[in-house]
C-alpha cells in the first residue's frame, strides 16, 4: 500500500468546528494538481498571483460564489486576509468610524461580542439586544429589538458555532440601515437572500476552504462611505478597485475555496440540495436528542438550532469525557464542546458524510443505552 493510500484508510469523521473538513475529492484533486497545476509547469504554490492562471482560478471562485448565491452585479465579492476577525474592525472602520451615526448589534453567541469589542474602539457602537442571561440559547423576536432608522448598520451573527445558534431567517431591519452579518460558519449551507444584505462575510475554513481567506460581499454604493484615510488594508475599496489583488491575496486557499465552490455547484447540484442533506443531518441529531429522555441535552432552544454546530450536554463531565473517548474507537473526531457551553460539539458542516453523521448517530443511542 503506498503511504497516500494508508492516511487516506486512517481518515476519521471529523466534526472538528474549524479549520474543518474538506470534501474528499477536493482534497485529491489539490493531491493530484500539488506538484504541477496544469499549464504551469509549476505548483500552484510556486507561481505568481499576477499569473493569467492564477487570475483565472481567482475570477472562477467568485463567478461560482455569485452563480450559487445569486450574488448580483451591485454587490463586489472580494478575498480578504485577516480572518473573520478582521472584518469585525474593517466593517466598523468603514461604516462606523467618522459617520457620526451608532452601530447596533444583536448579540447571540461568542462571536458577536468579540465583534462589538472591536466596533467600539471605531465608534458608537450598542448592543440592542444580548442573550446573555440565558448563556446565548436563544435568539431575539421582533418584539425583543428595535433598530434605529439612522443606525450606520445592523449587525449579527447568522450560525453562532459555539453556542449552534442559528438564525433561520433574517432579523427585521428597516430598508435605510445596512444589514451586516458574519456569517463565517454557514455560508453555504442553504440559499440566502443576498438583495437583503449591506455586507455579509465568511472566513473560509467551517464551511468553505482552508484558513487564510476570507469571502466578503459587500453593496457596492458602501464601498463609498469610507474614509480613504482608513488603514490601507481595512480600506474595502483598495480590495474592490484591484479585484482583490491589492496585495498577495491567499492564492492557496483561494485555489480550494475555487474547487469546494464547483463541488457544491457540481457535485451537490447547488445550495438547494445542500440545504435539504443538511436539514436531515441535523435533524436525526436532534432527533436522537429530544428522544433520549433528557440524557442529552440540547444547548440551543428549538426554535433556532443550527444545521451546522449540534451542541449538547450529557448528564456529568465524567459521562462526557467517557462519551469522547469512546466516540473515538469509532473514528468520530473532534467532538469536544467549547468551554463556555461544556459538552460536545459536533460540527457537521457541508462537507460532513452522510455517513458520519450516521455513525454518531448510532453510536449516541448506544452510549445513551449503556449509561443512561
Ligand atoms: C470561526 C469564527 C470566527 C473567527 O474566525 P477567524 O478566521 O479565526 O478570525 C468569527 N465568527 C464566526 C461565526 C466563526 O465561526
Known sequence: ????????????????????????????????????LPGAGASLLEISHRDKLFVDILHDAQDTLRSLLGISEDYSVMFM??????????????LLRGSGKRAEYLLTGSWGKKAIAEAKKEGDAV????????????????????????????????NETIQGVQYPSEPDCPDSVP????????????????????????????????AGVTMVVMRKDLLERADPNTPGYLYYKNHHDNDSEWNTPPTFAIYVLGKVARWLRDEIGGLEAMEKINREKSDSLYKIIDGSNGFYRGHAQQDCRSLMNVT?????????????A???????????????????????????PREGVETLGQFMTDFAAANG
Not at 132 to 157: F, G, I, M, W
Not at 190 to 202: C, K, S
Open 127 to 158: 448592543a440592542i439586544y444580548d442573550a446573555k442571561e440565558t448563556n446565548y440559547d436563544r435568539l431575539p423576536t421582533a418584539s425583543d429589538y428595535t433598530v434605529s432608522d439612522d443606525a450606520a448598520y445592523l449587525y449579527y451573527c447568522s
Open 179 to 210: 444589514l451586516v452579518s458574519d456569517a463565517s460558519s454557514d455560508l453555504l449551507c442553504r440559499p440566502v437572500p443576498v438583495d437583503r444584505y449591506g455586507l455579509l462575510y465568511a472566513c473560509a475554513q467551517k464551511n468553505a476552504g482552508p
Open 326 to 352: 469512546e466516540a473515538a474507537t469509532h473514528r468520530l473526531a473532534a467532538l469536544k464542546g467549547h468551554r463556555s457551553v461544556g459538552g460536545i460539539r459536533a460540527s457537521i458542516y457541508n462537507a460532513m
Open 312 to 324: 449538547f450536554n450529557l448528564p456529568s463531565d465524567d459521562l462526557t469525557a467517557k462519551f469522547i
Open 1 to 36: 500500500m503506498t503511504a497516500s493510500a494508508s492516511s487516506a484508510t486512517n481518515r476519521v469523521f471529523n466534526f472538528s468546528a474549524g479549520p474543518a473538513a474538506l470534501p474528499e475529492s477536493v482534497l485529491r484533486e489539490v493531491q493530484d494538481e500539488m506538484l504541477c
Open 81 to 94: 486576509q485577516g480572518g473573520a476577525t478582521l472584518q469585525f474592525s474593517a466593517i466598523a472602520a468603514n
